[in-house]
């Protein structure tokens, strides 16, 4: 999506701010004993008082409102039963749609006292974000975003994996681009442009550059049982400095 107004502007924030409360919400509720479905349900009651629908459940059936992934699971985790342990690292997924307007939002975090090495995994997802943000101006290459997230990792001593992949975003869930890489490729070298919507989403790996489809046709793991954090917000591209409508 290319913003033309502050119509299209004001309707991406709209949304962005109700994924962006959901996400917290369903951060904050994420304690031992609590079951991936309980939080799943939560979110639904929170899309109905908001007025949104889950982006996920309504354009591909997925079978919950939120994508719910915990330890070696990386994105697209189906709620369900599994309960939640303290040290687990878990990822909430958050994506809807209202008035014709969509956002995507994501963050990986330990429950309780975990794993130093899994806390320090998050924050530098979160560094990796911040990093890529530099790059989102119009006329910058596209393919510097990746450079940006891969060097981020590198330099603490993890990998990225490079078959998940960031993607435009605004009047439907995957938009031009298909994808914002999180390492260097040099033919991906097309140009950002003014008004571009972005949903961005640095995955850092312990060690995994990969991940695989699970026989339930929607969770991706790692072959290794390695963990990865994910860090996402949906941005809008400006000539001065890129808005972030899911803070």
Request: glycine share 8%; net charge negative; with cysteine.
């Amino acid at each position: 999506m290319i913003v033309k107004n502050e119509q299209d502007i004001n309707g991406l924030m709209e949304i962005g701010k109700i994924v962006s409360l959901i996400r917290e919400e369903l951060y904050r509720k994420t304690v031992p004993g609590i079951t991936t479905k309980e939080l799943d349900e939560l979110a639904g009651k929170l899309f109905a008082e908001n007025g949104a629908v889950s982006a996920p459940q309504d354009m591909y059936d997925f079978p919950g409102y939120t994508c719910i992934s915990v330890n070696d699971e990386v994105a697209h985790g189906i709620p369900g039963s599994r309960v939640i342990q303290e040290g687990d690292l878990v990822n909430i997924d958050v994506s809807a749609s209202k008035n014709g307007y969509f956002a995507d939002t994501g963050k990986s975090f330990v429950v309780g006292n975990g794993d130093p090495k899994l806390v320090k995994l998050c924050e530098v997802a979160k560094e990796a974000f911040e990093e890529g943000l530099k790059c989102f101006k119009p006329g910058a290459k596209k393919n510097r975003i990746g450079k940006f997230v891969y060097n981020t990792a590198k330099k603490h001593g993890f990998t990225v994996i490079k078959n998940l992949t960031g993607h435009g975003i605004g009047t439907s869930l995957h938009e031009e681009p298909d994808h914002i890489l999180n390492y260097f490729d040099s033919w991906d070298n097309d140009l950002l442009k003014e008004g571009m919507v972005i949903a961005f989403e640095p995955f850092i790996s312990t060690s995994a550059e990969e991940v695989y489809e699970e026989s339930d046709g929607w969770t991706f793991s790692t072959k290794n049982k390695s963990f990865v954090a994910q860090y996402e917000h949906t941005v809008i591209i400006t000539k001065d400095k890129p808005i972030i409508t899911t803070l």
